[in-house]
Nanobody
Framework: QVQLVESGGGLVQAGGSLRLSCAAS????????MGWFRQAPGKEREFVGG????????DYADFVKGRFTISRDNAKNTVYLRMNSLKPEDTAVYYC???????????????????WGQGTQVTVSS
């Protein structure tokens, strides 16, 4: 089992940047593919991006391609989400999640994720 804790959220102006972190405890993070998701008020939780266990490949939702970057440091048991050129529509609670199935299909599939953090709020003002 793994416990996940997100941090780094906050209030930022449109066009600004934030870096979210997801720290894991319990089982080593290198056992899991990792994903970032977000949920805005009144909306379904949606996939933002994911990274394979060793960090060799990533996948992103179309609405963040070119703006967001996922990375991981397995030695530090931490995954990151760098968000640039933020827009008001990026406002949401952002969650990290862990997935034992290390495939591109699984990484984009919400129900494949077994462990979730509590989320961190990101608010982008116009």
């Amino acid at each position: 089992q793994v416990q996940l804790v997100e941090s780094g959220g906050g209030l930022v102006q449109a066009g600004g940047s934030l870096r979210l972190s997801c720290a894991a405890s319990g089982r080593t993070l290198s056992s899991y593919a990792m994903g970032w998701f977000r949920q805005a008020p009144g909306k379904e939780r949606e996939f933002v991006g994911g990274i394979s266990r060793a960090g060799k490949w990533t996948d992103y939702a179309d609405f963040v391609k070119g703006r967001f970057t996922i990375s991981r440091d397995n030695a530090k048991n931490t995954v990151y989400l760098r968000m640039n050129s933020l827009k008001p529509e990026d406002t949401a609670v952002y969650y990290c999640a862990a997935n034992q199935e290390n495939t591109r299909v699984a990484i984009t599939t919400t129900v494949k994720y077994e462990y979730w953090g509590q989320g961190t709020q990101v608010t982008v003002s116009s």
